[in-house]
């Protein structure tokens, strides 16, 4: 195990829908210790959390035990979510603007930021990666495999801080998965529902190609228009 993979002995999740739970029972499976937290009562769910090795608990208990937390709600509910509680956590940021979800909302679905900024710019202190919410729940449930197991699929991260990017990419790892690193946390937009990666279900080589092709793509093309002919830079 790496250093950074050793870093992360807790995760906790937010969020107990079907995204949720299929993270869950991979990190369980994994060797973690997994807390989840759902939208009330923790007894609600606590029966199908065991069952896949994960304990039903609060926000606050996983603020106080986890490592890490992985966001695995609604976007539109992140804006609840108590941003000093979380300061200082690493916070895998897993949502997507869904308007079935989330209703009809331009400042969730603008092209000059992604969404992933939007959720650090509201929980200021927390340490926000983009990660492990481009691939379906289904075939993130039906496709882990051990490291260099043959037809190994890729799931790509944005983060600002290489630290923290490494260390979800050991997790990745861990959970069954090859790690991308997309870039800056801006570049989080390439993972979004619009991009060719939103959905992939490929290895690293095809998910870095599909990285690679955004800025080309129609959906590269709005955003380097709407951000004044740059896509992102990297931080600092």
């Known amino acids: ?40 009562d923790p007894a609600l769910i606590a029966r199908p959390m065991a069952a896949i090795g994960a304990h039903a608990t609060t926000l606050d208990e996983i603020v106080a035990e986890a490592d890490a937390v992985v966001l695995a709600l609604p976007l539109g509910r992140v804006a609840t979510l ?32 992604s969404t992933s900024e939007l959720v650090q710019a509201h929980l200021v202190g927390a340490r926000v990666v983009k990660g492990l919410g481009h691939m379906g729940y289904q075939d993130l449930e039906d496709e882990a495999r051990p490291s260099g197991a043959a037809e190994r699929k890729a799931i790509a991260i ?46 690293a080589a095809e998910l870095r190609a599909m990285l690679d092709r955004f800025p080309s793509s129609q959906r590269g093309i709005v955003v380097a228009r709407a951000r004044g002919g740059r896509l992102f830079d990297a931080p600092g």
């Not at 509680?85 to 092209?111: E, H, K, Q, S």
């Open 1 to 40: 195990m790496t250093d950074e993979a050793s870093r992360i002995g807790v995760l906790g999740v937010l969020g107990a829908g079907r995204l949720g739970s299929v993270l869950a029972r991979l990190a369980a499976d994994s060797g973690l210790r997994v807390l989840v937290a759902g939208s009330g």
């Open 82 to 113: 108590p941003a000093d509680a979380l300061a200082g956590m690493l916070v895998i940021d897993a949502t997507n603007y869904w308007w079935a979800a989330d209703g009809i909302r331009p400042d969730l679905d603008d092209p000059r930021g």
């Open 158 to 203: 944005a983060g600002d801080d290489a630290h923290d990017v490494a260390t979800v990419a050991a997790l990745v790892d861990r959970l069954g998965f090859d790690p991308v690193v997309a870039g800056p946390l801006a570049a989080g937009i390439m993972l979004e529902p619009g991009a060719e990666a939103f959905g992939a279900d490929v290895d």
